[in-house]
T-cell receptor, first 118, second 109 residues
């Protein structure tokens, strides 16, 4: 079946503009995660959704970052008033159940959105 | 202190030269350890999940093993197409998995 998809694949914006990044998870996956990966750095956790709710927003770096998920499926990560330090690859992953009971849950990643803030 | 540490940071091998990548962790209640492969410009690709000490999994030239403190990703007779960054992630209890910084592997023909 189809994997996780993200759009756009590349986004170049000017400092101060708002951007929206989209993630389509694997069908039937209830958990969705956003990560940020800067050049040469590890994956930085941003936010986790279980269904439409976000029990863990602890990784969002500032109030300029927000995310929502509708219909238990598509998620949008919004960055307002972008700054140059926001330049990175934004990765989305989904998993079947998330962190509730049972066995650990394997995350499947999308190809990422490369954001460049000029 | 990092919960997940990968070593070495970078590894260069000749084609056919077997080696191992290490992922050490300090979490107490391990629920799962994950290995991913990431090619430049792409998202991480899932390789293995290990759940308990003593468990082993294999896929082509890759074999992952797990102890109570660390995991190894053994690469047997690597080929240039095995060149990638290999990421390890650890899930403790009900928490979000924590990723290591990865090992960048280059296999020369």
């Amino acid at each position: 079946g189809a994997g996780v998809s993200q759009s756009p694949s590349n986004k170049v914006t000017e400092k101060g503009k708002d951007v929206e990044l989209r993630c389509d998870p694997i069908s039937g996956h209830t958990a969705l995660y956003w990560y940020r990966q800067s050049l040469g750095q590890g994956l930085e956790f941003l936010i986790y959704f279980q269904g439409n709710s976000a029990p863990d927003k602890s990784g969002l770096p500032s109030d300029r970052f927000s995310a929502e998920r509708t219909g238990g499926s598509v998620s949008t990560l919004t960055i307002q008033r972008t700054q140059q330090e926001d330049s990175a690859v934004y990765l989305c992953a989904s998993s079947r159940r998330g962190n509730y009971g049972g066995a650990s849950d394997t995350q499947y990643f999308g190809p990422g959105t490369r954001l460049t803030v000029l | 202190e990092d919960q997940v540490t990968q070593s070495p940071e970078a590894l260069r091998l000749q084609e056919g030269e077997s080696s191992s990548l290490n992922c050490s962790y300090t979490v107490s209640g391990l629920r799962g350890l994950f290995w991913y492969r990431q090619d430049p410009g792409k998202g991480p690709e899932f390789l293995f999940t290990l759940y308990s000490a003593g468990e082993e999994k294999e896929k082509e030239r890759l074999k992952a093993t797990l102890t109570k403190k660390e995991s190894f990703l053994h690469i047997t007779a690597p080929k240039p197409e095995d060149s990638a960054t290999y990421l390890c992630a650890v899930q403790e209890g009900s928490y979000i998995p924590t990723f290591g910084r990865g090992t960048s592997l280059i296999v020369h023909p």
